[in-house]
């Protein structure tokens, strides 16, 4: 009979495994989730940035179509900011208590929904309450995004897959003025 120590074959595979082979393992893993995950959100991301760049691609359709003086077209524009910037904390809190993957779905579908309302807008004042609805609906999108990376990637890659994300952006605006 054999007994179970050290020496014994129950051992023997622990002993094969060495630190090396945790770390390929671990950039096997990170490689195959930044494969699976990174496309999808950086396109989401990607559209984020449209969201916000394409206003200014609008500016004299929307001013000739609403009859926005300059002042009127910046005051609108700028609301997107105030209704991201009052809904992002309670955003993300709710990103917190729902979970990172619904909430971002519903920051998605709702944005989505409220940018697309703005083909209705025929009045001043439905120009600035859309543009606010789109900021409190896209709020906690981009903290959300990081936050959700940092359930998929180890602290060691996140610089990595941060930088991916942000290079959505860049691209946002290389794509963005030629489709506008």
Not at 67 to 85: E, I, P, R, W
Not at 95 to 100: E, I, N, Q, S, T
Not at 145 to 174: D, H, Q
């Amino acid at each position: 009979m054999h007994s179970n120590t050290a020496a014994g074959p129950a051992s023997a595979p622990q002993e094969l495994v060495t630190p090396h082979d945790h770390d390929d393992s671990l950039v096997a893993i990170v490689r195959k989730a930044a494969w699976r995950i990174m496309p999808l959100i950086m396109i989401c991301y990607l559209f984020a940035f449209f969201d916000r760049i394409n206003i200014s691609f609008a500016k004299f359709q929307l001013q000739g179509d609403l009859g926005l003086s300059d002042t009127a077209y910046g005051l609108g524009a700028s609301l997107f900011v105030v209704g991201y910037v009052l809904f992002e904390v309670p955003s993300n809190m709710f990103l917190y208590k729902v979970g990172a993957r619904r909430w971002i779905a519903r920051i998605m579908i709702s944005w989505g929904l409220a940018t697309a309302a703005m083909v209705f807008v025929s009045s001043e004042w439905q120009f600035y309450a859309l543009r606010f609805v789109i900021g409190a609906m896209e709020a906690g999108f981009a903290p959300g995004v990081l936050y959700y990376l940092t359930l998929w990637f180890p602290s060691s890659y996140r610089g990595r897959i941060t930088s991916m994300l942000f290079l959505a952006s860049a691209f946002a605006g290389l794509i963005g003025a030629p489709v506008s």
